[in-house]
């Protein structure tokens, strides 16, 4: 896939970080990248050492399973939500934290609470505390129509929670996290020629659960990664059949089933951070 991508230095990354994997990642429940590749060469005209491009990887990998983890758990409870007989949900940026501690420990074996005790490359750390610290303004701030009765869909959605978490991530950090799809309901989130490459080898039903692409750019130094999201019976509502119908946001459905690809965060990051 690498060859067709001017001015950026793909190479041998790939099959690098692959071999590198599993050793960088046995603590963070990275599950899919098993096989067992050559070991790497040095990437002509790589400016990074392969340790910062590694470790920036890592951290890029564990962002984009945090604010997925946060858009599954605001997807777990949209039917709290969306209840029009109810007004305090008692979905309080506690409860939602709480509920994010989890899924994400489950998901990477990596403590919210606990950042310090984490075997986490330089900089990971400090950026997983400001993941956690914007995903929770966000859920703050959606306190009042979150709890407003008599409407049903409030409209705190996934997506919604996901961009507005990654355009103040964004603003704060300079990291860039971005919510995609090969066919996007909002244009702003349409891929680049790279994430539509990767999306198109996501979309296929053989590619391995989880597992990531990345690129480095030579020009900015830094890594962009993309990472594959996954439907759970939540989304369905929304994205599932019968596709062309439109779902309660008013858009058509795609017609996705249970556990297709439906979609990637793409990150960008500069290398060493
Ligand atoms: C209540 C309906 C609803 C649910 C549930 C829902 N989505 Fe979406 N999704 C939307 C809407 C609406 C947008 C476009 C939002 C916008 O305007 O930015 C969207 C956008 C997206 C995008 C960004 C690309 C695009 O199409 O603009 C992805 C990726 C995505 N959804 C995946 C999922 C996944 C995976 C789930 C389950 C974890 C899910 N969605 C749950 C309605 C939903």
Known sequence: MASSIHGRVVTVIRNVLEWVFPILLVTTGGSTIS?????????????ASLQSVF?????????????????????????????PSKEHKGFSPEVFEHQLTEVFRSRSGIDLQDLSAARLPNGGRELLHSLLVVSKRVVAEAQADIN???????????AVFGARVAARFTDMTGVRLKQTALAPRNPSNA????????????????????????????????LRLMFPLYTTRQCLDCHGEPKGELDKTGYPREGLRLGQNGGAISVVIPIGR
């Open 35 to 47: 096989e067992a590749v050559s070991p790497p060469k040095q990437p002509a005209g790589q400016g």
């Open 55 to 83: 470790e920036t990887e890592q951290t890029a990998r564990l962002l984009a399973i945090l604010l997925d983890s946060g858009r599954y758990v605001i997807n777990e409870n949209q039917e709290l939500f969306d209840d």
């Open 148 to 158: 407003r009765k008599d409407v049903d869909f409030k409209g705190f959605i996934p």
């Open 191 to 222: 891929p680049d020629h790279f994430e539509k490459m990767v999306l198109q080898q996501f979309a296929d039903p053989s590619y391995p659960r989880e597992k990531v692409i990345s690129e480095t750019i030579a020009k900015s130094n830094s």
